[in-house]
Nanobody, 125 residues
């Protein structure tokens, strides 16, 4: 069992930055593929970014490419999402998720086994 706890959400102005953190319990964190997803009211859950177990492979949705950076620190059992140049359309609840080490279907939320409770990100114009 893995427990995930997100932090770092809040209110930012357009053009600003926020850094989300996701702390994981369990000794096998370093073997997991980790993902960040978001869901805005009335919209489907959207994959934002994913990172493989070593951190050497990353994936970004086109909507955030060049603005967001996913990273991980396996010694701290933590994955991060640095969000720069924020836009009002980035407003959503952001979730981190964990799955086994496989990299395929990395943006399919159904492939993830563990989820955090979510953290709200609101970007004002």
């Amino acid at each position: 069992q893995v427990q995930l706890v997100e932090s770092g959400g809040g209110l930012a102005q357009a053009g600003g930055s926020l850094r989300l953190s996701c702390a994981a319990s369990g000794r096998t964190f370093s073997s997991y593929t980790m993902g960040w997803f978001r869901q805005a009211p009335g919209k489907e859950r959207e994959c934002v970014a994913a990172i493989n177990w070593s951190g050497h492979s990353t994936y970004y949705a086109d909507s955030v490419k060049g603005r967001f950076t996913i990273s991980r620190d396996n010694a701290k059992n933590t994955v991060y999402l640095q969000m720069n140049s924020l836009k009002p359309e980035d407003t959503a609840v952001y979730y981190c998720a964990a799955r086994g080490s496989l990299w395929f279907n990395r943006c399919d939320y159904r492939a993830y086994d563990y989820w955090g409770q979510g953290t709200q990100v609101t970007v004002s114009s």
